[in-house]
């Protein structure tokens, strides 16, 4: 019996799969960690509570998200997930980006976030993978493969907060079919199962015009979990 544990930013885990539920499908057991909107403080203290749970024979895949991120644990709410410090905007995020925020160490402090985390699972004899923000494939992003491969971005009514109504806008997230591009793109094995599962995923959201149902229905499918971690 063998185990994979994912996690990661909305990349990881999102209202449709993406890379982890697809590769997800040749485990005996699969652990979908990801979380919508966290930074990299939040993922490396989430390897280790999931470094703590694995058995020899599971694997583990960390998705970092982009630099430019803060976040903050409270017991009572859980994790503070306000995404990239440029596009969002609240009372939290407007306070780092004023009195905080500056490139270069927030750079910093992801690279010294990878090198523990790298050391920890040395230590602990974890077997793991490390993926980018962006999924870098030999210095190209997933997006480029994307766009070379010509799968276009899903638009949905009301898909981002504050859209106007009755108006289609562009998710900017992956589609589980770019997830299986980089993948490809990326030399993991590919199976048939997994082959099926994409296919009948897409072929669910296709049907879905309403960005608020897809996490529904795909859920209620079998295609996702329902459960969060951590």
Known sequence: MSALYTVGCSHTRYVWPTYADILGQGYDKFYNWGMTGVGNFAIMNRVIQIASKMHPNDELIIQWTYPAR?????????????????????????????YAYDELTYQMLTDNYIQLTKSYLAQHNINYKMLGADFDVGGKPALSIAQDFNIPFRKFLNVMPGASAIKKETDPHYTTSHHLEYLRQSNFTITKKMLYYVEQVEELVDTLHDWKLIQLKLEEAGFTQRVSYG
Do not use: C, P, S
């Open 70 to 98: 803060f976040d903050f644990h409270r017991a009572e709410t859980g994790w503070y997930r306000g995404g990239n410090l440029a596009h969002n905007h609240d009372m939290v995020q407007d306070t780092i980006n004023k």
